[in-house]
């Protein structure tokens, strides 16, 4: 199965056009500068908001506020009428995100903030699959266990300091876990992993849901192809790293797929691979200047410095609108609402990518790009940095409960 759908994606992939038909309208430079004034207000004003921290009586008033301000901010930016935030809170996802910190600090009290959030990113989108399958928006057990799986296992692999024999042999064992046997975990890294993987089989019986955990192994085996990715520079065509992208984002999503209803028809198997595809290259871009420090090897590392990333950025744009194009199930209107959403979202992420590395990217492309953008690529930079230096751990996990409150989105007008 991994081979047909790895192969179907890679043809439309080498048959999407390089040349790009912009559609999105100008912003002027007198808009993106009023947008960036705007977002400098909010930031000074959710600060100051959220360190009056109220007492009890008024903590429900003082909640409305902060949402209201974070509402607002979106709406005023995007110019959209509907709220992509009311979207999400309404659909549950803010209950799901406290669930899962609450869950978290059981599981791992001293786990970093930033390692919650990337567990989080893996929660919404197996959420936004609990929305294509009008399945009620919740944490399981298996959503929750898949989600922290890659926190710990990702980061080992990703981290320098270890050794490429200890990656494999820890593989080794994690891919007997993923199996059912037992191998006796080393560290408390790997006790964590362990009990993740049995949380999943008792939500999945192995014998009903054989299909759940081929797609464990699935994603595990593409994890130990990645590692061929790393501590080495390889031009083009020496080793496949098209492939190996391919397989490893589409078998993670694919993997979402299974974990939240079991069982998946071929359509939608083909849905998730592609959208964990398109997700991978969108996240491998963001990484491009530290995969290139690193010697990892991806897409955009492999040919970093020697040509301009122009051409294969317009081949990831029309390819994902090819995919939205030619896909034809998750049909309901709240399920097309959020395809559109997911769509322009990853535009969104490849433009802020794109604003991270100018350097290399062609002028003419640069200016292109960012004409369509709502604020100067200059201003993409200091805002991150900005946000993070005003708003500490502890702001953050009081937002997304604020946020969790999913009648804020209702009672507010």
């Known amino acids: 199965m991994i081979k047909e759908l790895k192969d179907k994606y890679l043809e439309l992939w080498w048959n999407t056009e390089t040349d790009l038909h912009m559609t999105n309208n100008k912003v002027s430079f007198i808009k993106k500068l009023a947008n960036e004034r705007k977002i400098e207000g909010f930031r000074k004003e959710l600060f100051k908001t959220l360190k009056k921290y109220p007492s009890k009586h008024e903590e429900e008033i003082w909640r409305k506020d902060v949402f209201k301000k974070i509402k607002d901010m979106e709406v005023n930016i995007l110019n959209s009428e509907e709220s992509i935030i009311d979207f999400f809170t309404n659909s549950g996802y803010g209950n799901v995100t406290e669930d899962f910190i609450d869950e978290v600090k059981v599981f791992d009290p001293k786990m970093d903030v930033y390692d919650i959030f990337q567990a989080i990113r893996n929660v919404w989108i197996m959420n936004s699959i609990q929305i294509l399958f009008d399945m009620e928006v919740k ?50 890294n790997e006790e964590q992993i362990c009990k993740l993987v049995k949380r999943i089989e008792e939500d999945f019986k192995r014998d009903t849901y054989k299909e759940v955990f081929q797609s464990l192994l699935i994603i595990h085996s593409a994890q130990e192809k990645s590692l061929i990715q790393q501590r080495e520079k390889t031009l083009p065509y020496e080793k496949d790293i098209i492939g190996i992208t391919f397989e490893k984002g589409g078998a993670s999503v694919l993997a979402d797929g299974y974990l939240v209803k079991g069982n998946l028809e071929k359509e939608e198997a083909e849905f998730m691979f592609c959208y964990g595809v398109f997700l991978q290259i969108i996240d491998d871009l963001q990484d491009i200047e530290e995969d290139y420090n690193n010697k990892h090897m991806t897409i955009f590392s492999q040919i970093d410095g020697k040509y301009p990333l122009d051409r294969i950025i317009n081949k990831l744009i029309n390819f994902i609108d090819e995919f939205f194009r030619r896909e034809i199930i998750f049909t309901s209107g709240k399920s097309e609402k959020l395809k559109k959403i997911i769509q322009n979202c990853s535009k969104i992420m490849i433009f802020e990518a794109i604003s991270k590395n100018k350097k290399r990217f062609t002028r003419e492309y640069i200016k292109l790009v960012e004409s369509r953008s709502i604020v100067r690529f200059s201003y993409f930079k200091k805002i991150k940095k900005r946000f993070q230096k005003t708003f500490s751990e502890e702001d953050i996990i009081r937002i997304c409960n604020i946020l969790s409150n999913s009648e804020l989105g209702i009672n507010i007008k």
């Open 139 to 188: 944490l399981t057990p298996s959503i929750f266990s898949y989600s922290m799986l890659y926190p710990y296992s990702d980061n080992y692999l990703d981290d320098d300091g270890v050794s490429n024999k200890d990656k494999i042999e820890f593989n080794k064992r994690f891919r007997e876990w993923l199996l059912g046997r037992e191998a006796k975990p080393l560290n408390f």
